[in-house]
Nanobody
Framework: VQLVESGGGSVQAGGSLRLSCEASQLMYTKYCMAWFRQTPGKEREGVAAMHTDGQTVYRDSVKGRFTIAQDTAKRTLYLQMNSLTPEDTGMYYC????????????????????WGQGTQVTVS
């Protein structure tokens, strides 16, 4: 599976961006997908995740500002990011995990097997 992110860019604090992640195929009837981000010198961290059973989870720092959503017909995952702050700066990665995903681990890398190349978000 190939995952291709887009939508990153530079924005001023308080602004918005919408990231997209298109999957080449979705072979699973059940799966989870997520957005992670990473800044230089720091570990990659989970930002938002969803499972086909309807569960969504968010990192505390983005709750109320970010929204994860999926268009299954387009095989595309989105991340709407509002009220951006400089702390949201980073490379954002899309990830896919097939089959059952543990709710407690939806924001951890262990649940995911396929990753995109990332799209850069810079907030100043």
């Amino acid at each position: 599976v190939q995952l291709v992110e887009s939508g990153g860019g530079s924005v001023q604090a308080g602004g918005s961006l919408r990231l997209s992640c298109e999957a080449s195929q979705l072979m699973y009837t059940k799966y989870c997908m997520a957005w992670f981000r990473q800044t230089p010198g720091k570990e990659r961290e989970g930002v938002a995740a969803m499972h086909t059973d309807g569960q969504t989870v968010y990192r505390d720092s983005v709750k109320g500002r970010f929204t994860i959503a999926q268009d299954t017909a387009k095989r595309t995952l989105y991340l709407q990011m509002n009220s951006l702050t400089p702390e949201d700066t980073g490379m954002y990665y899309c990830a896919l995990g097939g089959g059952y995903c543990y709710t407690s681990r939806l924001l951890t890398e262990i649940e995911y097997t396929d990753w995109g190349q990332g799209t850069q978000v810079t907030v100043s």
